[in-house]
């Protein structure tokens, strides 16, 4: 098969709540994953070796340590798959930013190499593979924005307007166990239901944490404040606001200032990357 080009969206959380702290360490939460239509692209080129190379290399990561490759050998090893795939990225989301980009690099590669090696496995397993690499993997896997709970990983999809979001990402890099670890952190936001959900209960949880140790995350809030309502994505570093139309998002865009990296994207409820793929193999769904 020839190269294949498959997006690798990214994610904003309208709001992030921590619920609690469970028995095994990691924090019980309720967000809504909203999808970008703006992300990464991966090009994968199927052989016959087994071997998953990876490039460019990307600063920091170890090829074994990135998201991708572990993703790919995963799949591998599930389905005893004997082909292997080179793997190209063009990255355009900024790492540590809060944004989901490595779990969307995972899930694209699961989903695009599941359909590549013809492994047959259906949406249901590729979520439980991508749970194994991540808590945000399964949402990049079924592809829709959606109301999520436990560690992220249950999940409910919801329909929402499909905004126009500028995000600006400050010249930082933040640590999510970092984050998740201070005793400063809010553990006991009380859960809410889905159908009683409003904007007016967006916030982030962890936002005051990372404004005091992050200034200049801070000074990108009071910035885009000036637009409506700024949030932090995750723990950041990115922020953001909505707008109700590409027009009205440009020019905020244009009036960034230059030592901040920033973009526009439109939300949508369907992932580009399943749309993608519903194109490469004739409307099929992506899960084979």
């Given at each position: ?181 201070n005793p400063q ?60 139309n590409q027009t ?41």
């Amino acid at each position: 098969m020839p190269s294949v080009v498959l997006p690798s969206p990214a994610k904003v959380n309208l709001f992030l709540h921590i619920t609690g702290r469970r028995p095994d360490g990691y924090h019980s939460l309720q967000t809504i994953f909203q999808l970008l239509d703006y992300g990464d692209y991966l090009t994968f080129d199927t052989n016959n070796s087994g071997d998953i190379c990876l490039s460019p290399a990307i600063d920091g990561v170890a090829a074994e340590d990135n998201l991708i490759v572990r993703a790919a050998r995963l799949l591998q090893a599930t389905t005893e798959c004997t082909l292997g795939s080179d793997i190209a990225i063009d990255k355009q989301i900024p790492m540590g930013a809060g944004l989901g980009g490595g779990s969307s690099n995972a899930a694209t590669t699961l989903v695009g190499l599941n359909r590549l090696w013809q492994t047959g496995l259906n949406t249901d397993q590729l979520a439980d593979l991508g749970a194994e690499l991540g808590a945000d993997v399964p949402v990049f896997v079924r592809g829709h924005t959606a109301f999520a709970e436990g560690i992220g990983e249950l999940l409910t999809e919801v329909e929402l307007p499909e905004l126009w979001y500028l995000v600006i990402t400050p010249n930082v890099q933040v640590s999510t166990a970092e984050i998740f670890s201070n005793p400063q952190l809010t553990r006991d936001t009380s859960p809410i239901k889905i159908r009683a959900l409003s904007e007016v209960q967006y916030r982030n949880d962890c936002q005051a944490v990372v404004t005091e140790l992050y200034p200049a995350v801070k000074q990108a809030l009071d910035w885009a404040a000036d637009y409506g309502n700024s949030l932090m994505t995750g723990t950041g570093a990115s922020v953001f606001c909505s707008f109700d139309n590409q027009t009205e998002a440009q020019r905020a865009l244009d009036l960034v200032p230059e030592y901040w990296s920033a973009f526009i994207a439109r939300g949508t409820n369907s992932s580009s990357l399943h749309r993608e793929l519903g194109k490469i193999f004739t409307g099929a769904s992506p899960s084979g």
